[in-house]
């Protein structure tokens, strides 16, 4: 009897689950156990360091204090700050790359490889060479070259005032190629014939962009928009290296730096993780904002 | 069919000879320091101890920045990997209370001599709660804060006629600050040399180390360590003018000096940037080394950090030698450390490059002859302080990091980030319950 339920093998059903169950396992294992974990760490007073204290209820101390402590907002402001530069600015330069990728030309393959090579490497890597290339004395290649021009060198990483652009440029220098990707595959997608239609019109090339690349290829720049934003939000490796741990003082301390010190450093857990979850209603919300926009986008287009 | 059953025998064998444990598999010690030169001595010399015992050490060199972020996530995962850590003083607190070291408080008192033992150093990184007598770790490594300085320099007629007449004092190694600053004023000649090279880092715990021993003598302190009442001790005007002096010398220091800290302060140093650096001494084996100072390794000379007007006070630096209480070698980690402390092997350890804690091989001519530098180690000893070592260090370390170093780079003034940094331990020390 056995033998002839072996012989006519598994169900369907038990396929299915057999294949499934792996991996349900492993995302909650994985992913949904540490956030309802970490959400109700995040209503008590705990320190992972002292596992002979135990957890103490405190109903919304946490969300509260973080709430109401101004040093917080600054490290939210400088985060929302880094952001919008570094966004915007990888997304004009990816974006302009792509378009004059666009077209065949020799060598093409090999100039996009090399435009997408600082996409590749490790964010550490990226900033342990770039504070060699910002050391703010002649030794640092910028201040060698740019030194002369501006008087003395710059304090890329040293002067509260310039170290936020010192970030934005490395970002920018590394993730502007992501952009360029992005909006290359978009701009591949868009049928010839609507620009040979637009040519016949004898339609301008501003015509052709605002009217036929644009609306076409916005909503793939949508998505790059929204996984660089969420990337950008989460600023932690190339702050840790470049400035040293978002200084000099607190002018490059990200939200992720700082709960990085809540968490690891002071081991507050409980408000590392309170801190943690505002930071992910704040990326969900403006996640939300990028989704409805797109999919506006697809119903135009 | 028989394939599989086939399959499931060979994977089964294979099972059972990889988590089979080999009957004679070598016992073995597990070590945890950062990577640094007195590791590498102290690799050395533990081979004297497999030849003695047969037990294998294997000393884990992890790189200073994930040092304690490593050895900390070890502890709070209960892992078993280290046996012993040699850690910072100011995780005796947190690591003891946490119940991550091992209380070795009868055994020490039972098996170490510790009269034998400086008592600074005991009480720095062995003792916790102070003054308790509980001891939680051994002395391993005592460094201190020091200087190091261009003979080249302070040698040459024409610098020191320039100086005197400049000055009205003989060009030599500072006792004071004021000297200090004297002397880096007098050197300071952009864009080639500057005149010091202090800390003044975020990182870790990089301008708290430099700065608390000029705040301490100026007269400051950090609080009191009865009451832990902070507001009127970090923020006195003391502490003010000691702060202010700090932020002077950045006028005769390298443009990249806000981000410095030892590893930069010695490159600094031997690139012939500064004619004076702040270090610590456990580096300085590297400076009168050809090849790695090939410029300056025989034109290099060592003093004491100075006295400030109101006392003389050095940070404190080096590690202790704690049990993981997580460690499944207890009674060898116990074996290795009784047999550290023995005076031999601290003489060995000393002729190595160590730092021993051992009172009578530190004042030995042996020891005191046997680097340039050990003379001006063994004067620091006295004037030996540490930070708070109290299981909230961390959070007390990151406000002093981050307000001293806003000072530095102008973005706060003295008395404002002092008062920042008093409302902020007072908290901590008040969430902690100590005022309770």
Redesign the interface.
């Known amino acids: 009897m056995r033998s002839a339920r072996f012989s006519r093998g598994f169900s369907d059903y038990q396929i299915k689950m057999a294949f499934i169950m792996p991996t349900m396992i492993l995302l909650i294992l994985m992913n949904i156990f540490p956030l309802l974990w970490s959400l109700y760490l995040s209503f008590h007073r705990y320190?992972?360091?002292?596992?002979?204290r135990p957890a103490k209820f405190i109903g919304v101390q946490n969300y509260a204090r973080l709430l109401t402590d101004p040093e917080i907002w600054g490290y939210f402001q400088t985060t929302a700050y880094f952001v919008v530069l570094a966004v915007i600015t990888q997304f004009i330069i990816g974006f302009g790359l792509a378009l004059l990728l666009n077209r065949e030309f020799r060598y093409k393959g090999l100039v996009t490889t090399l435009i997408l090579l600082p996409m590749m490497l490790s964010p550490v890597v990226v900033g342990l060479f770039w504070r060699f290339i910002f050391?703010?004395?002649?030794?640092g290649l910028v201040n060698y070259l740019l030194g002369p021009l501006f008087g003395?060198?710059i304090?890329w990483?040293?002067?509260?005032k310039i170290a936020m652009l010192a970030v934005v440029i490395v970002d920018t220098w590394m993730w502007s190629p992501f952009m360029m990707l992005i909006s290359l595959a978009g701009l591949s997608a868009i049928p010839k014939y609507l620009y040979e239609a637009a040519d016949v019109d004898r339609a301008s090339r501003w015509f052709k962009f605002r009217w036929i690349t644009l609306p076409l290829v916005s909503p793939l720049l949508l998505i790059a928009l929204l996984f660089r934003t969420m990337d950008a939000f989460k600023m932690f490796d190339i702050v840790y290296v470049l400035t040293?741990?978002?200084?000099?003082?607190?002018?490059t301390e990200t939200v992720s730096m700082n709960l990085y010190?809540l968490a690891?450093?002071?081991?507050?857990t409980g408000k590392a993780c309170a801190m943690a979850y505002l930071l992910l209603i704040i990326i969900v919300a403006l996640s939300n904002i990028y989704v409805k926009h797109l999919n506006k986008v697809r119903g135009e287009a | 069919m028989k394939k599989l059953a086939c399959f499931f025998a060979i994977l089964a064998f294979s099972v059972l000879i990889i988590a089979t444990p080999s009957t004679n598999a070598q016992e073995k010690l597990t070590i945890a320091w950062a990577q640094w030169d007195p590791a590498n001595y102290l690799d050395e010399l533990s081979k004297d101890f497999t030849a003695e015992t047969g037990i294998e050490v294997d000393l884990v060199q992890i790189s200073w920045s994930h040092f304690?972020?490593q050895v900390?996530?070890a502890?709070?995962g209960?892992s078993d990997r280290y046996d012993i850590v040699i850690g910072d003083s100011q995780w005796l607190g947190?690591n003891s209370?946490?119940?991550?070291y091992v209380d070795l408080t009868d055994w020490i008192n039972e098996n170490i001599d510790v009269d034998s033992i400086y008592a600074t150093a005991m009480e720095a990184f062995a003792e916790y709660p102070k003054g308790s007598g509980k001891y939680w770790a051994l002395p391993a490594e005592v460094d201190a804060n020091g200087f190091l300085y261009r003979t080249d320099l302070f040698e040459a007629e024409n610098e020191k006629a320039a100086f005197k007449e400049k000055y009205g004092y003989e060009l030599a190694p500072p006792k004071t600050y004021a000297e200090l600053r004297d002397i880096a004023e007098f050197f300071t000649r952009p864009?080639n040399l500057y005149g010091v090279a202090p800390w003044y880092?975020?990182?870790y715990d990089g301008i708290t180390m430099g700065f608390q021993q000029v705040m301490w003598s100026y007269g400051g302190s950090y609080g009191d360590p009865e009451t832990f009442k902070v507001d009127g001790h970090i923020n006195s005007d003391d502490v003010v003018k000691a702060l202010e002096y700090y932020k002077s010398l950045k006028a005769f220091s390298?443009?990249?000096?806000?981000?410095y800290y030892w590893a930069e302060t010695l490159d600094a140093y031997k690139?012939g940037?500064v004619a004076m650096a702040m270090d610590y001494f456990a580096f300085f084996p590297g400076v009168v080394s050809s090849d790695q100072n090939p410029n300056y390794y025989d034109k290099t000379g060592f003093f004491v950090s100075p006295a400030g007007p109101k006392g003389h006070a050095i940070s404190i630096g080096g590690q202790g030698m704690s049990i993981s209480a997580y460690s499944k070698n207890q009674e060898i980690a116990k074996q290795y450390l009784k047999w550290f402390m023995q005076k031999p092997v601290q003489e060995k350890w000393a002729q190595l490059g160590g730092f021993t804690p051992h009172e009578e091989v530190l004042q030995s001519e042996v020891f005191l002859n046997a680097t340039p530098f050990n003379k001006a180690f063994a004067a620091s000893f006295p004037y030996l302080q540490d930070f708070w070592a109290v299981?909230?260090y961390?959070?007390l370390l990151?406000a002093c990091q981050?307000g001293w170093?806003?000072v530095?780079?102008?973005?706060?003034s003295a008395k404002e980030a002092l008062d920042d940094i008093a409302r902020k331990h007072e908290a901590i020390f008040e969430d902690a319950g100590y005022y309770d």
């Open positions: 320190k992972a360091s002292m596992p002979n050391a703010s004395d002649a030794s003395g060198p304090g990483t040293t002067d509260p040293r741990e978002g200084g000099p003082g607190i002018a010190k690891f450093r002071n081991y507050n | 304690q972020d900390f996530t502890f709070v209960k947190r209370v946490g119940g991550h864009p880092s975020k990182e390298p443009p990249d000096a806000p981000n690139a940037k299981p909230e961390a959070e990151e981050t170093n806003q530095i780079i102008g973005s706060k």
